[in-house]
């Protein structure tokens, strides 16, 4: 009997709600490193290896927002990722939905968002008070080998997603990261409104 070995992944659905975030095309240099890591932005594939989507994403961000600090870099990609992902059909269902079950029901739901776009994410909301929750994501504990103890800017990136998908509900919302552990990829964020 052979041991399993699970990757982490990026769903094709997450790149093609990136490609319809971008508001101009990436510099050549940036499509040839997406080229490099087999990644095809015309006709994405079912999913992408963590580690690659990762340094992808770093490419990007330095080179649409590499005037900014790190953490405000990926965190306005994670905005753009969710002004795209909503241009998708997938995504404009899943907008419309939100705007009908509003903020707190959304933010209970994020571990299906997160899951719909990634294998690897775990994801658990908490009500502190009547527009108060708390999110808690980490990385399940069968891709934790290949990633514990090593840094990310996903903790960013999430931030920006969280903050734009109320956005986008027209709810004038409040994000704090509150913690992130890299030792299990978990990170707290707070979401008041």
Known sequence: ?????EHAVVFGS???GFVKSLRSPLAPHVLQEFARLGIDLEQPAPAYALENWETAMRFTANDLYGSLPDDERYRQLGRDFIKGYIQTAFGKAALAFTRIIGPRRTLQRMSNNFRSAAN??????SDLRERHVELRTWMLPQFLP????RPTFFVHYRHG??????????VEARVETLSYQPEDQTARYS???
């Not at 690897?120 to 909301?125: L, M, R, S, T, V």
């Not at 997603?161 to 027209?170: D, G, K, N």
């Open 120 to 125: 690897y994410i775990g994801c658990e909301a």
């Open 191 to 193: 979401v008041t409104w």
């Open 14 to 16: 997450a790149v093609e």
């Open 146 to 149: 290949y990633w514990r103890n």
């Open 1 to 5: 009997m052979t041991d399993r070995v």
């Open 161 to 170: 997603v969280l903050e734009e998908m109320m956005a986008q509900q027209s």
